[in-house]
């Protein structure tokens, strides 16, 4: 039985991850950060699922701000493999809280690694790089070899992090790889990211419980996949004989109008009555475009996208179409 350790288990992308693995007959283990609520809404179920082997799956106290908590949860489990997903990962909110986002989407990463040297350990290892690392995009699409051009505080944390995960491969012989994943949603998305705040707001709209969402660019790309299929992207990277960097795509991208447009489809609403722009919402520094080409990770690890933009609006729309329902019954 192989043992995996996930930072930010609670989040989007280590709920499907955990869940992944615990299919697959691990032992998985989370770090958490003390808060005085819970934050574990997404990995509950998989306690009581009659599927997964929930007894499998531990949490612990730490916190990528703190290298001693990491170092005693490492020392603790000993992981054959760590996926390192924790981070603040709001690019908007990246502004206002740029040393925090740096500490421990950048920093944190450092920390990880270091612990895991000083410990003398050999597990292999996953970075979560990003595409908003290529910012300003010097190519479309973006590939492995794309310069990268940060416009966030969060993108230039999450650029130092690949950045030092490719260090300490080359300089230590780490088995690090690092997924550079393009957006991914899911109905399990933070309700301040915009699909969620679109799918969310407009199901609310429709049944009377809103009367109006606010936005920022309606105009900016991206390249939107499905988090449950790009958990299994990152999986085979830790299987790779060799490690190495592979950009995580669908090869299409569309605006967050075209997003409108799909879930008020889902909805039979016209949104347009009801969206207005608050330029509080805009960023200092805009990503226009990101379109990402998996071919390298098609072509060595098996891996192409299952989920059409499509049936992620879809499943997305019904979700929470299905929790607002649920409000308004009371």
């Known amino acids: 039985m192989r043992t995996a350790l996930i930072t930010g288990i609670t989040g989007q992308d280590g709920s499907y991850l ?6 697959k007959g691990y032992d998985v283990h989370g770090i958490v950060r003390r808060s005085s609520q819970f934050t574990t809404a997404r990995i509950e179920p998989l306690y009581l699922s009659e599927h997964l082997p929930g007894d499998r799956l531990h949490l612990h106290y730490g916190d990528l701000n703190d290298a001693s908590s990491l170092h005693r949860v490492l020392a603790r489990v000993a992981p054959d493999e760590i996926y390192n997903l924790g981070a603040q990962s709001h690019v908007r909110i990246s502004f206002d809280v740029p040393e925090y986002t ?10 990880l690694l270091e612990a895991i040297r000083n410990l003398g350990m050999t597990p292999r290892f ?13 190519e479309s699409p973006q590939t492995e070899r794309t310069p990268f051009h940060p ?16 260090n300490y491969r080359e300089s230590y012989g780490l088995h690090a790889s690092c997924g550079i994943l393009f957006n991914h949603e899911s109905p399990r998305r933070g309700e301040n990211f915009v699909t969620r705040k679109i799918t969310r707001g407009l199901a609310r709209i429709k049944l009377g419980l809103q009367p109006k969402l606010y936005l920022g660019n309606l105009d900016a790309r991206r390249d939107w996949g499905f988090a449950g299929d790009y958990v299994e992207a990152m999986w085979r990277m830790l299987q790779q004989d060799t490690p190495d960097d592979y950009v995580i795509a669908t090869g299409e991208t569309h605006s967050v109008r075209d997003l409108l447009d799909s879930v008020g489809a889902v909805l039979d609403l ?9 330029p509080k919402y805009y960023r200092p520094a ?8 998996a071919s390298k990770a098609r072509e060595r690890l098996g891996w192409t996208a299952t989920t059409s933009f499509g049936q992620l ?5 019904e979700a929470d ?10």
């Open 321 to 330: 179409l299905r929790l607002a329902r649920a409000e308004l019954e009371g």
């Open 286 to 293: 805009e990503v226009d475009l990101l379109l990402g080409d």
């Open 18 to 23: 955990a869940e992944l693995l615990l299919g």
């Open 126 to 138: 996953y970075q979560a790089s990003s595409s908003e690392m290529f910012g300003k995009v010097a």
């Open 270 to 278: 016209d949104w347009r009555p009801y969206v207005e722009i608050d």
């Open 151 to 166: 416009r966030s505080p969060y993108a230039c944390a999450k650029a130092f992090a690949h950045a030092i995960t490719v």
């Open 313 to 317: 609006v879809r499943m997305m729309t």
């Open 102 to 111: 740096v500490e421990v989407a950048g920093v944190g990463a450092l920390r």
